[in-house]
């Protein structure tokens, strides 16, 4: 072996970058082997990140210490947040990228974190060993293409869209994983030796123009917003110095009569692609053929970054012809005269069966082997991310003899989207979506670090500096939590605020003045920034002075008021409002603006998560204390384990089929077993009496 390493990455995508980072931060010796090494962290499709479900996972990867959410932070060129007509557990943040920026930053951290070695070159064979014991194969380490052996007990393949991927423009084809770089068959063929079920997938990505050949005047600007909301959870967020505007113009009736008349030369109908596309991103041909009355498909024309004359049309990925989707382009308005620097194109590629892998996505064929991102099913940048984490984080906790990191549907996205692929499996790529979790409310964009910052330091993946700052943000949030109940509000500073008293019990009025008095608190501690200080506790408010809080009228926090209209956008502006009135008693009716000044960005980045947190904690109150209850209620049965020695077709009254299932997907716990697809709840009663009695004889094993 030319060299050794504790921890192989194969593939240098979102997933291989989270994946390499995760294992290094765990302390062992990593090595990074991609095709490319300038193309590190590359967006092949529209470069942005975020949105709703996919935004959460960002949020959630950066929590946990990855790479995603602070890259960027330090690259976008436009953000807005999504869905704020609509309740928080939708709410998320979608940035645009500069795509070259981004790649670069993401390589330049990888370079500059300890453990990591960077190699270019091609896997085209992952060595095994036997096992003595007769067991499966383990992973020894891979080989490339140029003959040099690489040796490592543990690999995670995060090849993306590369195993023996074929591009489509139209009827010619040719074998790449995305445009201009070779395609990894030699790697497909040799997993297929090793009998790994793979499957056939399809994606696809829309043409790219040249931003001087369009007509501005009759696209609609989709600005960015101003904001310094940010998906790091332990960095402020660094505003650019200019933001770049989207824009958005629609199909017509030409356009989908044109694309109609044009289908059969798709690779898509023609039956070159066999693949399965994404559902939740088809094809412009796909929209046309599926929703036949709908004329006018909404394009948004994404910039692709500060120094280049690209523009990406989202919405409008297509395999037709080249010369027919510049016949489509000029029937778009604005579109008329773009150049098209390059065509759109469908890619298919092989996908391995998720139901082949462990709940730590490891791979059933092979031990010591690893699977994460597109590569298992999934589509998106983020999705690919998050599993690159967990599976670096997890490959690396084995090789230590620690047990794998605690994520599940109770906790986090990232673990609704592992236990969907390793128990449902996909037959198409699999998107995250905020529906897919049964527990949203309780896992927002606004709590990720609150949810995980925790167990990322309980297992070692955040920095001295990180876990600094996550302990005391989470002590000033429980600490002003605590004080909600403590606070009163007169009625004079009622009055300055258009308040009535009112018998009525009106809930949102409560939650405002609640609210209002947790910003109070806050605002007087952001004066002086502690966050990087010896970690004091925020000290309880005194007892009020009888000037300040007249005891005649007083009322609790909790008392009936009745409150102007106030809709969900207007709730933190009106709570800002009601904290600054009470933390000024005689000033009178304030704005946000007089409020005191954060002494830093440190300050104003708690500022932003303390107050996003608690005033979801307050309007949610009644919801999200059912939603706890309900997890504690199933706790009990879904996390009871399943030993990997139980035998499902032992289980009497279960069909012949639902134990193939069982066997074949080997869930880890109860709740695992009941989301396999297939099984149902008659089967799951007869399960929990199976598996009593089996734990019930192991234990008197034990004993005896």
Known sequence: MELSFDIIVVGGGHSGCEAVHAAARLGLNCCLVTMRLDGIGHMPCNPSIGGPAKGHLTREIDALGGLQGSVTDATYVNVRMLNTGKGASVQALRAQSDRIGYSMEMRRRLELTPNITLVEGEVTQILTQPDPAGGIPATRGVRLADGRELAASRVVICPGTFTRAVCFVGDRRHEAGRWGENSAMALGYDLEQHGIRTQRLKTGTSPRIDRHSLEYTALTPQLSEWRTDAFSNYEPSMLPSWFLPCWLTRTTEATCRLILE????????????????????????????????????????????????????????????????????????????????????????????????????????????????QFNGTSGYEEAAAQGLFAGACAALSLLGREPLPLSRENSYIGVLVDD????????????LTARCEHRLLLRHDNAFLRLGPIARDWGLLSAQQIATLEALRRKVHALDARLAEGRITAAQQQALGLAFSRSETRRAR?????????????????????????????????????RWPTAQDRPLGSSLDAPAVGVSGYMDSAIELGSVIANPHSGRLGRSDAPAPASLQALHFWQLASAHLSVEILYEGYLERARAEIEKVRGHSELPIPADFDFHAVEGLLISTRQLLTRARPATLGQAARVSGVTPADMANLLVALRRFLAASELLKQG
């Open 421 to 432: 692929l390793t128990t449902r499996g996909t037959d198409e790529p699999y998107r995250m």
């Open 511 to 547: 939650e405002l003045v609640r609210m209002g008095a947790a910003i109070a608190a806050l605002l007087e501690q952001l004066g002086s920034d502690d966050t990087e200080s010896d970690n004091s506790e925020l000290q309880p408010a005194p007892p009020p002075a009888a000037e």
């Open 262 to 373: 044009k289908q059969h030369t798709s690779a898509l109908y023609s039956g070159a692609v066999t693949g399965t596309g994404p559902r939740y991103c088809p094809s412009i041909e796909d929209k046309v053929v599926r929703f036949p009355d709908v004329m006018r498909h909404p394009i948004f024309i994404e910039p692709d970054g500060l120094n280049v004359d690209i523009l990406y049309l989202q919405g409008l990925s297509t395999s037709l012809p080249l010369e027919v989707q510049r016949e489509f382009l000029a029937s778009i308005p604005g579109l008329e005269h773009a150049k098209i620097r390059r065509p759109g194109y469908a890619v298919e590629y092989d996908a391995v069966n998720p139901l082949d892998l462990t709940h730590q996505l490891e791979s059933r064929q092979i031990s010591g082997l690893y699977c994460a991102g």
